[in-house]
């Protein structure tokens, strides 16, 4: 079975520009989380989605942050413009769900912002 | 105070070492709790979920004390591949509905312990 799959793996960008984030969670998953990890932090969450409903946005940054998972499917997460603190890593999970379901993470898109 | 706290380390030790971490939560409500295992530039993957009357897989052990607010890893005659950092999970007391349907409850992740098995 395929796991959570994101692209790019990598992105390098210039303060102010624009960049765009993709995952396609585990086919079946339902729930669908984006995440923030800095260096030596735990990932923090952004956004989660139930199907395609967003039911927790509160820590996204909403003036510059966008999400969306239109399908319920796979999900773009968007920064427009990105600034220097934004610099990290972005990981994508997804779950079937409940209290005790476990989140399967994908391979992360690194950010480098200059 | 934060809702998941971990002691940082890094925990340095010899291979065959027994190693134990602690986190501490804030909410009281929490009822899920996990530990996860991340290696260095990869993803969080899940190692083991926290049971009240705590649980065994192998040579881990986790613990749950919910009067102190602190779950714990144990990890017994430790192997190189065992270096890593260890994230604790707590779910954070926010339940989630979606039209009067019951999704579940947040998640939250402490910064992670991170450990190094030395040969």
């Known amino acids: 079975e395929a796991g959570v799959v994101q692209s790019p793996r990598y992105k390098i960008i210039e303060k102010k520009q624009p960049v765009a984030f993709w995952c396609n969670p585990i086919?079946?998953?339902?729930?669908l989380y984006w995440y923030l990890q800095n260096l030596g932090q735990g990932p923090e969450l952004l956004i989660r989605y139930e199907n395609e409903e967003a039911v927790d946005d509160s820590q996204l940054p909403k003036d510059r942050f966008s999400a969306e998972r239109l399908k319920g499917v796979d999900s773009t997460l968007k920064i427009q413009p990105a600034e220097l603190g934004d610099s990290a890593v972005y990981l994508c999970a997804s779950s079937s769900g409940g209290d005790q379901e476990t989140q399967y993470f994908g391979p992360g898109t690194r950010l480098l912002v200059l | 105070r934060k809702e998941v706290e971990q002691d940082p380390g890094p925990f340095n030790v010899p291979e065959g070492a027994t190693v134990a971490f602690n986190c501490t939560y804030s909410?009281?409500?929490?009822?899920?709790f996990f530990w996860y295992r991340q290696d260095c530039r990869k993803e969080p993957k899940l190692l083991m979920s926290v049971y009240s009357s705590g649980n065994e897989d192998g040579r881990f052990t986790a613990q749950l004390n919910r009067a102190s607010q602190y779950i714990s890893l144990l990890i017994r005659d430790s192997k190189l591949s065992d270096s890593a950092t260890y994230l604790c999970?707590?779910?954070?007391?926010?339940?989630?509905?979606?039209?009067?349907?019951?999704?579940?409850?947040?998640?939250?992740f402490g910064p992670g312990t991170r450990l190094s098995v030395l040969p």
């Open positions: 999970v707590v779910n954070g007391g926010v339940t989630y509905r979606v039209r009067g349907f019951r999704y579940g409850q947040n998640f939250v």
């Open positions: 086919s079946g998953h339902n729930t």
């Open positions: 909410n009281s409500a929490s009822q899920s």
